[in-house]
């Protein structure tokens, strides 16, 4: 039984080489009831009494030892999950019809869930590729910003396996394509890009800096002779 597990299955997928069968999950259910909310803190509230502090949702769950906060958070998360089911589950039975069409509903889309599988992402960044991630965002660069964009790609994941992060964690998706767009060439307009700003563009803002510097000196006309020559 999990909660939204869109992201849990790949993850364990990519860090245990886990994979899922016989899943519920809860999301899924509120959303064949047609509930308010399908979030677990409405969940919890709603069928538990329980008000979930979220601000550790997005917190740096590396840190060792882990605060005490933190663990209280993270039991709570998961102590009344199995609650939950049994009261979904209830619903969905008493709302369906004999044959138990609601809750065969919520296991069948928990299964197309587990079902996904991870994909590692291409180590250099291609044109399709690039263009996929601006279209994502509703983003059009140009050839200058596309330039900074590889860049700063590349940059970001020689700097993730040097320190052993994940790319996301050493710069976000929208802030990699904010400093693409921005084009920032001064420390603190690279620092201005990025709210919050990543401990590892902190430390790298100089660095990070010259390149996009680099990369929006580099003219058309250079470009196109690096890109054609041979």
């Known amino acids: 039984v999990l909660h939204g597990a869109d992201s849990d299955v790949l993850w364990l997928q990519r860090d245990f080489g886990l994979y899922l069968v016989n899943l519920f999950d809860t999301g899924q259910a509120a959303r064949v009831l047609e509930l308010p909310r399908f979030g677990l803190a409405w969940l919890l509230e709603h069928f538990c009494d329980v008000t979930a502090n979220k601000k550790f949702q997005l917190a740096d769950w590396r840190i060792r030892p882990l605060p005490a906060e933190m663990l209280k958070y993270a039991r709570e998360d998961t102590h009344y999950l199995l ?3 049994d009261r979904l589950r209830n619903e969905l039975l008493g709302r369906g019809n004999s044959t138990g069409n609601l809750v065969l509903a919520v296991f069948e889309r928990s299964r197309l869930l587990a079902l996904r599988v991870y994909g590692k992402e291409a180590f250099v960044p291609t044109a399709s590729s690039l263009d996929a991630l601006c279209q994502k965002s509703g983003r059009r660069l140009n050839a200058t910003q ?3 964009l590889r860049a700063l790609f ?5 700097t993730a396996r040097i320190e052993d992060e994940s790319p996301r964690y050493v710069l976000p998706n929208h802030m990699l394509l904010q ?3 921005a084009l920032p060439v001064e420390n603190e307009r690279v620092l201005s890009c990025c709210n919050p700003v ?3 563009v902190r430390v790298n803002v100089h660095v990070i800096a010259r390149l996009v510097q680099g990369a929006v000196a580099v003219g058309p006309e250079t470009a196109a002779a690096a890109g054609g020559g041979g």
């Open 83 to 85: 609650y939950i089911y």
């Open 146 to 148: 596309l330039r900074v």
């Open 154 to 158: 590349l940059w970001r994941d020689v």
């Open 179 to 181: 400093l693409a767009e």
């Open 198 to 200: 990543p401990p590892l």
